[in-house]
């Protein structure tokens, strides 16, 4: 028995290495910060143009599984758990 959907059993990957910036997403009315948006970069600073021009039809499915990997398991090192923020992911295609 087969598990798990087509692009789960394709290998493609992503061939190139990115990391995540985390972006405050404040409460304007109080001024504290309650969540971070989860932003694409480059391993050496680069923008997100730089990683997302690499994004085409082929690695997509496995850019965007690993952007949700990277930018939870960031988080989890960066901020505390039991915290009452949150992440959202950006410039990673859904």
């Given at each position: 028995m087969?598990?798990?959907?087509q692009g789960c059993q394709r290998d493609n990957?992503?061939?190139l290495a990115f990391s995540m910036a985390f972006q405050p997403i404040v409460d304007t009315r109080t001024g504290?910060?309650?969540g971070?948006?989860?932003?694409v970069r480059g391993t050496a600073g680069e923008g997100?143009?730089?990683?997302?021009?690499?994004v085409d039809a082929d690695n997509r499915y496995w850019f965007d599984q690993q952007c949700r990997v990277k930018a939870i398991e960031l988080?989890?090192?960066l901020f505390p758990a039991g915290g009452?923020?949150?992440?959202r992911r950006s410039g990673?295609?859904?």
């Open positions: 087969q598990t798990g959907c990957g992503f061939p504290t910060i309650f971070h948006e989860a932003l997100a143009g730089s990683i997302l021009s690499k988080a989890s090192r009452d923020q949150s992440t990673c295609p859904t």
